[in-house]
Every structure is written in structure tokens, then in C-alpha cells.
Nanobody, 122 residues
Framework: LQFVESGGGLVQSGGSLRLSCAAS????????IGWFRQAPGKEREGVSC????????NYKTSVKGRFTISRDNAKNTVYLQMNSLKPEDTAVYYC????????????????WGQGTQVTVSS
């Protein structure tokens, strides 16, 4: 399974970005998908995930009310709308299949993509 993340960039505190996670060579509609992030010197952490149908979602506490995960299975893409961004949201963001809406990457997942850099300036 391979994913391509995009949509990152440099934004001021309080700004917005929308990240996209596109599948390469397979269809996403059978998989729950999660967004993860890794800041310099820190471990990768789960940010948000969505069930295969889109019915269920889960969010890291610190992003609740600011981030919204969604998916368009017809476009084979999962999105992460990020509003009211804070400097502490600065990280490389990755997507991966998850075990339901838990922040656990599917152990059969191949390898992490290159991610997309999000930088929030204060």
C-alpha cells in the first residue's frame, strides 16, 4: 500500500491548510485511514482517523474542534482540514491505514510515505 500526502506549507498561526492523502495503485474504500504527524525530535503520533465508510472519526484531544477528517472514496482520497493552526501543529504529516479508528497503523501496512510538511509560524 502506498500513499501520497500533499497540501502542506507554511502558514501563520490561526491559518488553515487542507491536507490530502491519495492512494497509489489500490482503492481506499476498504480501509480506515489515519493521519499521523511527527515533529522534530518527537515520536510519530496519531492526529485523526476515519472509518472506511466515513461514519466514524477520532481526533487527538488537542486538535478537536480545529481539525476535520473526511474522505471521498470516489476520488480515492482522504482529507484533513486544519483550521486555527498553532505553532505546536508544526510537523511532517503522514497518512496510513489504521486498525479501525484507533491511532494504530495497520501492521500489514508497507512503509510510510514522504509525508507533507506543515509549518506554523507564531
Amino acid at each position: 500500500l502506498q500513499f501520497v500526502e500533499s497540501g502542506g506549507g507554511l502558514v501563520q498561526s490561526g491559518g488553515s491548510l487542507r491536507l490530502s492523502c491519495a492512494a497509489s495503485g489500490f482503492t481506499l474504500d476498504s480501509y480506515a485511514i489515519g493521519w499521523f504527524r511527527q515533529a522534530p525530535g518527537k515520536e510519530r503520533e496519531g492526529v485523526s482517523c476515519i472509518s472506511s465508510s466515513g461514519t466514524y472519526t477520532n481526533y487527538k484531544t488537542s486538535v478537536k474542534g480545529r481539525f476535520t477528517i473526511s474522505r471521498d472514496n470516489a476520488k480515492n482520497t482522504v482529507y484533513l482540514q486544519m483550521n486555527s493552526l498553532k505553532p505546536e501543529d508544526t510537523a511532517v504529516y503522514y497518512c496510513a491505514p489504521t486498525l479501525g479508528v484507533l491511532f494504530v497503523a495497520d501492521p500489514d501496512f508497507g512503509s510510510w510515505g514522504q509525508g507533507t510538511q506543515v509549518t506554523v509560524s507564531s
